[in-house]
């Protein structure tokens, strides 16, 4: 079958449509005939050789569409389900049959669509997991480093269905998406912590961290609570500093969550880009290089 990913580790020029066979569902897995494929920063990291998966692999972290086959030791899915989900090692979601950890999958509403589905359970379950774990009462006040990507806008829109004041930093190309979404935007740059001392005055009561680096070491001075600081960009140093990093929920539960909000009209993935599965290399190449305003998604039929 067709899939694309790479054929060795290294950069762009590396990757390729691949023929490869199709997969059977061990325990726990399902086979899944791909409608809709996430497109993230973690895929050409992986390209480069970040997660030590060597070439020839097939990209693709997560995936929506229909169950062909239902592995050993699964309950709840049955062949013809509409779902979405969490590939196995976060590999081999941009083909026409992929594996989905059904411990990680959910049934894809019907207001919610394929391409809306398929970009959750990294970005938007990321943000569930990083608020979940921080545990703030509603009212107090949550700074989002880096609010204009992926896992920031889903970060920002959860905190506030939560009830969480918000303040994003990000580009001001960003800060209108932002704010739409309920938060106040603050610049990077120097004089950020004034800046968000002047939007929070009663104080910041947590850092969700989506930059790292000196980015990072700025912003959390702020926290009253250094064990609040949380990072996915930078997990040493948010450790150095006091927080840690996000603990992942990649469960049905938290899948199922997200899927009721985005029906509800309480969570928008942001999906701006949806391009054909022919396009998948120029897909990845705009989130490699940033030029991206929201989730881009690949539609595989």
Same mark, same amino acid.
């Given at each position: 079958?067709?899939?694309?990913?790479?054929?060795?580790?290294?950069?762009?020029?590396?990757?390729?449509?691949?023929?490869?066979?199709?997969?059977?569902?061990?325990?726990?897995?399902?086979?899944?005939?791909?409608?809709?494929?996430?497109?993230?920063?973690?895929?050409?990291?992986? $390209?480069?050789?970040?997660?030590?998966?060597?070439?020839?692999?097939?990209?693709?972290?997560?995936?929506?569409?229909?169950?062909?086959?239902?592995?050993?030791?699964?309950?709840?899915?049955?062949?013809?389900?509409?779902? &979405?989900?969490?590939?196995?090692?976060?590999?081999?979601?941009?083909?026409?049959?992929?594996?989905?950890?059904?411990? &990680?999958?959910?049934?894809?509403?019907?207001?919610?669509?394929?391409?809306?589905?398929?970009?959750?359970?990294?970005?938007?379950?990321?943000?569930?997991?990083?608020?979940?774990?921080?545990?703030?009462?509603?009212?107090?006040?949550?700074?989002?480093?880096?609010?204009?990507?992926?896992?920031?806008?889903?970060?920002?829109?959860?905190?506030?269905?939560?009830?969480?004041?918000?303040?994003?930093?990000?580009?001001?190309?960003?800060?209108?998406?932002?704010?739409?979404?309920?938060?106040?935007?603050?610049?990077?740059?120097?004089?950020?912590?004034?800046?968000?001392?002047?939007?929070?005055?009663?104080?910041?009561?947590?850092?969700?961290?989506?930059?790292?680096?000196?980015?990072?070491?700025? /912003?959390?001075?702020?926290?009253?609570?250094?064990?609040?600081?949380?990072?996915?960009?930078?997990?040493?140093?948010?450790?150095?500093?006091?927080?840690?990093? /996000?603990?992942?929920? $990649?469960?049905?539960?938290?899948?199922?969550?997200?899927?009721?909000?985005?029906?509800?009209?309480?969570?928008?993935?942001?999906?701006?880009?949806?391009?054909?599965?022919?396009?998948?290399?120029?897909?990845?190449?705009?989130?490699?290089?940033?030029?991206?305003?929201?989730?881009?998604?690949?539609?595989?039929?």
């Amino acid at each position: 079958m067709r899939a694309y990913g790479f054929t060795t580790v290294g950069g762009p020029e590396n990757e390729a449509f691949l023929d490869v066979g199709v997969p059977t569902p061990g325990p726990g897995e399902l086979l899944v005939r791909v409608r809709a494929a996430g497109v993230n920063p973690g895929d050409w990291k992986l $390209r480069e050789g970040s997660y030590g998966v060597a070439g020839p692999a097939v990209l693709g972290r997560e995936v929506a569409g229909t169950v062909e086959q239902v592995g050993p030791d699964v309950d709840g899915f049955a062949v013809g389900d509409e779902v &979405f989900g969490g590939c196995p090692g976060m590999v081999g979601g941009w083909a026409e049959l992929a594996l989905v950890t059904a411990s &990680f999958a959910a049934h894809r509403p019907d207001g919610v669509s394929p391409e809306d589905a398929a970009v959750l359970p990294v970005a938007a379950g990321t943000a569930h997991d990083a608020l979940t774990g921080l545990a703030l009462p509603a009212g107090a006040t949550l700074v989002v480093n880096g609010a204009g990507g992926g896992v920031g806008i889903a970060a920002v829109q959860l905190a506030r269905a939560r009830g969480l004041v918000v303040v994003g930093t990000a580009g001001p190309a960003k800060h209108d998406l932002i704010a739409s979404y309920g938060a106040t935007p603050v610049a990077y740059g120097p004089g950020v912590t004034e800046r968000i001392r002047e939007a929070a005055p009663g104080g910041v009561d947590a850092v969700f961290d989506l930059v790292g680096g000196e980015a990072l070491r700025t /912003v959390a001075v702020l926290a009253g609570d250094r064990s609040r600081v949380r990072s996915v960009a930078d997990k040493e140093l948010a450790k150095e500093l006091g927080g840690g990093e /996000v603990v992942r929920d $990649r469960s049905t539960a938290v899948l199922t969550e997200l899927a009721r909000l985005v029906a509800a009209g309480e969570l928008t993935p942001h999906v701006t880009d949806v391009r054909p599965f022919e396009d998948a290399g120029a897909a990845l190449a705009a989130v490699e290089h940033g030029h991206t305003r929201g989730k881009v998604a690949l539609r595989l039929r």
